[in-house]
């Protein structure tokens, strides 16, 4: 067996390997871990374990099963690498090892399991672009993309999600790269993302969404019904709740001595009809621009 050098820093985690996992030197140590055949058993020592890229590598070309290994402890990005980068069959999904390979910015490793068809970008909701957009990875946000057949962009929720992120930290040629696409509607969720965007005060994507007929359309017919609205609610408490139960019995005695000036007989304008809410919505939006 070819001999392996073990990195300089290298070291054992002793705690529950086993007594036959407890040599002496460094090298007697590889040469027992090398010693397990099954292989799903070494690639979860050789990550948590162990941990040497190397024995990782072994381990995944033995044909372990990336589906069982446990990667909630993995803080270091040789082993992302080793396990994104050696050829093996297995296609990836929205996991810790792909959050976790983003968060260490391995955008390019990332981006050749996706080019190589080994990247579901559709699983758990499109959630890999969620987090690509979260940790600003905009070269793999224009490859998810380029390769979605509209499966992620279907899913309004996370759509949204990912855009109101990418607006409230400031992302803006990731938003702008996210609008400019066509299949996505920028109104979506009752203009959700202008309204976030006037919440956090970024001025550049407002005005880029208050190009977009879509949001201006709807803007005017959000004002528009709460405009319609507030008039009925004037109109409804304008209105008497409860009706007099005494008629008032007292009539005015006198009439005028001389006739009014006022002709009562008919007005001397003819009034025209009187607005209705839409126009007076218009009127308060035409005000306002």
């Known amino acids: 067996m070819k001999k392996i050098i073990i990195n300089n820093k290298y070291k054992l985690d002793e705690s529950h ?6 040599p002496k030197s460094k ?25 040497d890229p190397q024995v990782v590598k072994i381990a995944i ?29 297995y296609k990836f999904i929205a996991s810790n090892i792909i959050y976790k390979s983003l968060k260490f910015k391995l955008e390019k490793e990332i981006i050749a399991l996706l080019k190589s068809n080994r990247l579901d970008i559709s699983s758990k909701r499109g959630k890999i672009l969620y987090w690509a957009i979260g940790f600003t ?8 993309l380029k390769n979605s057949k509209g499966d992620i962009l279907s899913t309004e ?21 996210l609008l400019d696409d066509k299949r996505i509607d920028p109104s979506i969720s009752d203009n959700r993302l202008l309204n976030v965007a006037i919440e956090f005060n970024n001025k550049k994507v407002k005005e880029l969404l ?18 319609k609205e507030s008039l009925m609610e004037d ?6 709740t409860v009706k007099p139960g005494v008629k008032p019995g007292i009539k005015p005695g006198t009439r005028p001595g001389a006739p009014s000036p006022i002709r009562r007989e008919r007005p001397s304008v003819t009034p025209g009809p009187k607005a209705s809410a839409e126009d ?8 306002i621009k």
């Not at 027992?32 to 058993?41: G, H, R, T, Y």
């Not at 855009?163 to 938003?175: E, F, P, W």
């Not at 007076?280 to 005000?287: E, I, P, Q, T, W």
Request: glycine residues 2%; hydrophobic residues 45%.
């Open 210 to 227: 208050l190009k977009d007929k879509r949001v201006l359309n709807k803007y005017n017919n959000n004002m528009k019904k709460i405009v």
């Open 157 to 177: 929720d996370s759509l949204v999600e990912a855009l109101c992120v990418a607006i409230a930290r400031g992302n803006y040629n990731i938003v702008k790269m």
């Open 137 to 144: 990875l905009e070269n793999l946000v224009k490859e998810i």
């Open 235 to 240: 109109a409804v408490m304008a209105e008497p």
């Open 61 to 89: 070309e033995k044909g372990a099963d990336l589906n069982k290994l446990i990667a909630d402890n993995i803080i270091d990005p040789e082993i992302l690498r080793t396990i994104l980068t050696t050829p093996s069959e």
């Open 27 to 51: 090298d007697e140590i590889l040469k027992n871990v090398l010693s397990i055949e099954d292989p799903d058993k070494l690639l979860n020592i050789a990550v948590n374990k162990v941990k």
């Open 17 to 22: 390997l086993g007594d036959y996992l407890k």
């Open 280 to 287: 007076v919505a218009k009127k308060f939006l035409d005000l």
